[in-house]
T-cell receptor, first 111, second 115 residues
């Protein structure tokens, strides 16, 4: 069964910490995406990548960066976590012509 | 990408067909219609997609009107486990005809299946 795996299901971090959210896919997909989901705001795209070492900003990139050193891994980085980054973070991957496959999500709380 | 309009919520009796409408009146010729659903506390799950012909898979059927301005997702025999938020999304294709690019999620339709 194809999978997108996010490293943590729940995470609690302190304000100002550097936070890494990891996502790995085993489908050899070219495209990978990071979304966050908040009540009343739905899913919003943070960053995406169409290839290794390539990244593009989504709709809300401020306060985030990403890294894609290998095709199967796409990392989301919060350089200095803030309380307004408390959210559910969802990673997804796809190939052209395919639907997205999402991970189970990481619920991040910044205190 | 074209904007979609869906009802905020719908109810369905278990065992009956659930018909979820979506309006995408500004859809372009190169845009596919995608449907996803999200069960509480899980990531969204791909259901089905189509360009202009009706599509069916093991989960659902997708009916797209001839003018492509609207579509209906049909769950033929809804179960309690189909209770979820259903998202209708349009997504562009590239010159080669394959879909690409980011998905933009709206608010979706909350489908509640009752016993």
């Amino acid at each position: 069964d194809v999978k997108v795996t996010q490293s943590s299901r729940y995470l609690v971090k302190r304000t100002g910490e550097k936070v890494f959210l990891e996502c790995v896919q085993d489908m050899d997909h070219e495209n990978m995406f990071w979304y966050r989901q908040d009540p009343g705001l739905g899913l919003r795209l943070i960053y995406f990548s169409y290839d290794v070492k390539m990244k593009e900003k989504g709709d809300i990139p401020e306060g985030y960066s990403v890294s894609r050193e290998k095709k199967e891994r796409f990392s989301l980085i919060l350089e200095s976590a803030s309380t307004n980054q408390t959210s559910m973070y969802l990673c997804a991957s796809s190939s052209p012509g395919d639907g997205y496959t999402f991970g189970s999500g990481t619920r991040l709380t910044v205190v | 990408d074209a904007k979609t309009t869906q009802p905020t919520s719908m109810d369905c009796a278990e065992g009956r067909a659930a018909n979820l409408p979506c309006n995408h009146s500004t859809i372009s010729g190169n845009e596919y219609v995608y449907w996803y659903r999200q069960i509480h506390s899980q990531g969204p799950q791909y259901i089905i997609h189509g360009l202009k012909n009706n599509e069916t898979n093991e989960m659902a059927s997708l009916i797209i009107t001839e003018d492509r301005k609207s579509s209906t997702l049909i769950l033929p025999h809804a179960t309690l486990r189909d209770t979820a938020v259903y998202y209708c999304i349009v997504r562009a294709t590239n010159a080669g005809g394959t879909s690409y690019g980011k998905l933009t999620f709206g608010q979706g339709t909350i489908l509640t299946v009752h016993p």
